[in-house]
Nanobody, 117 residues
Framework: QVQLVESGGGLVQAGGSLRLSCAAS????????MGWFRQAPGKEREFVAR????????YYVDSVKGRFTISRDSAKNTLYLQMDSLKPEDTAVYYC??????????WGQGTQVTVSS
C-alpha cells in the first residue's frame, strides 16, 4: 500500500510561484513513475508532469514546459512540483500519483492551487 499526501497549494497572484510537495510512504519507489495531474472546475483531470523515480527522467505537458519543474528527493521519499510564472488557467486541484507498473496507480487527496489575475 502506498500513501501520498500533498501540500503546498494556496492562493497566488499571476506571475507568482508555488511549490507543491507529495510525501510518499509505504514502500520503496525505485522504478516507479510518479507525477502530477490537475483538475479544474468543470474539466477532466489533466496530466501535468511525471518523473521516473530511479532515473529522474521527466516529462511535461506542453502548457507547463519552461514554467514547472518536477523533482524528487529519494532520501525523503518526497515528490515536488515547482510552479513558476503561474497563470490563472493553472487554477486547479493538483493530485500526486504513483504508478507501480503492475496496473496499480495510487493517488493523493489533492491540493488546491488558485491563481488570481
Amino acid at each position: 500500500q502506498v500513501q501520498l499526501v500533498e501540500s503546498g497549494g494556496g492562493l497566488v497572484q499571476a506571475g507568482g510561484s508555488l511549490r507543491l510537495s507529495c510525501a510518499a510512504s509505504g514502500r520503496t519507489f525505485r522504478g516507479y513513475v510518479m507525477g502530477w495531474f490537475r483538475q479544474a472546475p468543470g474539466k477532466e483531470r489533466e496530466f501535468v508532469a511525471r518523473i521516473i523515480w530511479s532515473g529522474a527522467i521527466t516529462y511535461y505537458v506542453d502548457s507547463v514546459k519552461g514554467r514547472f519543474t518536477i523533482s524528487r528527493d529519494s532520501a525523503k521519499n518526497t515528490l515536488y512540483l515547482q510552479m513558476d510564472s503561474l497563470k490563472p488557467e493553472d487554477t486547479a486541484v493538483y493530485y500526486c500519483y504513483c504508478a507501480t507498473g503492475a496496473g496499480v496507480t495510487y493517488w493523493g487527496q489533492g491540493t488546491q492551487v488558485t491563481v488570481s489575475s
